[in-house]
C-alpha cells in the first residue's frame, strides 16, 4: 500500500485517508507525496503547518480561478482545499483555536464548491431538541422515475458532513440514491463551533434525523437507508435498532463497544475522544464510555445489514465488528473480512476503495 510516513503509523493511516479520497476530488496523491516531503519526522507542528499551508495554497489557486470565470477548476481547487484544511488540524488538540479556524476555512471552501456542483448538494438543518446539526443532501445522479431512495450517511470520531462527500457520499448519489450527510453529536460543525458533544443514545439523533428525510416530498419512505463510518458503525446501529423505517444497513467498519473497541484498543484516539465526549481526562472519558455499546440492542436490528471491516484494522478491534454481527437480529446479513493479501485490510479499507466502495453501495442500491 502507499505508505508515505513509515515508522509512524498514525500519521500513515490518517494520510492513507486522503489519498483514498482523492480518488472522489477530496485531494491530489502527488499533492499528498509532495507535502509529506516536507514535514519533519515525529514533529506535530510541522505537520499542521506543511498541511495547512497546502491547503491555503489550494484554496488561492481554487479563487484565484472563480475570478478568471474557470468555474470547474475552482470547484476542483476548493473541494480539495477543504480536506486537506481538515487533514491538517486532525491531531490538534481539541482546546486548540486552530482546530475551529480551520474548520471554518474547510466548510467555506466546500459550500462554495458545493454550490457550483450538479447535481444540486444542499445545506441543510435539522433540529434534534434544542441542537441544531448542520450537513448537506445529494440530490441523486439520473434517478429513477419516482420518488428517491435516500441514505443517511453518518460519520466516525470527528468526522466532518464535508469530508463525507468525499468519503463515499458522492458514489452513493452517482447510484441513484439522495444521501443526508450530517454533523451530529461530537462531529463537524456540532462538536467545533456549538459544542455538541457525543452521547451513547445516538437512536435520539437519528430519529430526529429520519424523521426530517421523512419530511421531504421527493423521498420514497419505503426506501430509507443508512451508512455508518468508522466510529459511527457504532452510532448507526445504535440508531436503527431503535428505528424500523430504515430498510438496510451498511457499515464501513463496525464497533460493539466504544470502550473496549476504539478507545482502549487505539490509545493514540484517547485524547481526541475525551474532547468529543466532553470529558475533562481519562477516567472521566472511561465513566461516560461504559454507555457507549450495543449490549441488548443489536437484537433489535432486523433489516438487511452489510459489515465491512479490515482484518489489519489498528484503530478499531476487527473483533467488535464480530461480536456486533452475531448479535445482530437479521437473518439477511453479511460480514465482509477483509485481508491483508487482497487489499482492503486497514481501517476503512483505505487500500482498496477501488474494491470495497461497489461491494458496498452496489449491495446498498440492491436492497432500496
Not at 440508531?239 to 476504539?262: H, M, N, Q, S, T
Not at 464510555?289 to 437484537?299: C, D, E, I, R, V
Request: proline content about 5%.
Amino acid at each position: 500500500m502507499v505508505d508515505l510516513f513509515p515508522g509512524h503509523p498514525d500519521w500513515s493511516i490518517q494520510t492513507q485517508r486522503v489519498i483514498a479520497e482523492a480518488a472522489f476530488g477530496g485531494g491530489d496523491v502527488f499533492e499528498c507525496s509532495r507535502t509529506a516531503e516536507k514535514i519533519k519526522p515525529g514533529d506535530q507542528e510541522s505537520w499542521w503547518q506543511e498541511w495547512v499551508g497546502l491547503a491555503r495554497a489550494t484554496e488561492a489557486e481554487g479563487r484565484r480561478a472563480l475570478a478568471d470565470g474557470a468555474l470547474v477548476t475552482g470547484k476542483q481547487y476548493l473541494f480539495r482545499a477543504s480536506n486537506y484544511y481538515r487533514h491538517a488540524d486532525f491531531f490538534l488538540l481539541g482546546t486548540d483555536h486552530r482546530k475551529r479556524e480551520d474548520f471554518i476555512r474547510t466548510q467555506a471552501c466546500f459550500r462554495d464548491a458545493a454550490k457550483l456542483q450538479t447535481p444540486k448538494i444542499e445545506f441543510v438543518q435539522v433540529t434534534c431538541g434544542t441542537d441544531v446539526y448542520d450537513g448537506y443532501f445529494l440530490h441523486p445522479h439520473d434517478p429513477a422515475p419516482g420518488k428517491w431512495p435516500v441514505v443517511l450517511m453518518l460519520g466516525g470520531a470527528d468526522s466532518l458532513a464535508e469530508e463525507l462527500y468525499f468519503f463515499g457520499g458522492s458514489e452513493v448519489a452517482a447510484r441513484g440514491i439522495a444521501v443526508l450527510m450530517l454533523d451530529t453529536p461530537g462531529r463537524g460543525s456540532s462538536l467545533r463551533l456549538k459544542g455538541i458533544v457525543s452521547r451513547p443514545d445516538y437512536e435520539v439523533p437519528v430519529k430526529a434525523a429520519i424523521d426530517w428525510i421523512e419530511a421531504r416530498p421527493e423521498i420514497d419512505r419505503d426506501r430509507i437507508g443508512c451508512v455508518g463510518v468508522s466510529m459511527a458503525g457504532y452510532y448507526a446501529p445504535r440508531g436503527i435498532a431503535f428505528e424500523p423505517r430504515v430498510k438496510a444497513l451498511a457499515l464501513w467498519c463496525a464497533c460493539y463497544d466504544i470502550l473496549e473497541d476504539l478507545y482502549e484498543f487505539y490509545p493514540p484516539i484517547q485524547l481526541q475522544m475525551q474532547w468529543i465526549v466532553g470529558a475533562k481526562d481519562d477516567a472521566e472519558a472511561r465513566e461516560k464510555l461504559k454507555a457507549f455499546n450495543m449490549k441488548g440492542h443489536a437484537q433489535n436490528i432486523k433489516c438487511p445489514v452489510l459489515i465491512s471491516h479490515g482484518e489489519q484494522d489498528i484503530v478499531m478491534d476487527v473483533k467488535g465488528a464480530k461480536k456486533l454481527f452475531d448479535e445482530i437480529g437479521s437473518k439477511d446479513k453479511t460480514l465482509k473480512l477483509w485481508s491483508g493479501s487482497a487489499g482492503g485490510a486497514i481501517h476503512c479499507n483505505y487500500d482498496n476503495w477501488a474494491a470495497a466502495i461497489p461491494y458496498m453501495f452496489d449491495w446498498l442500491q440492491k436492497k432500496l
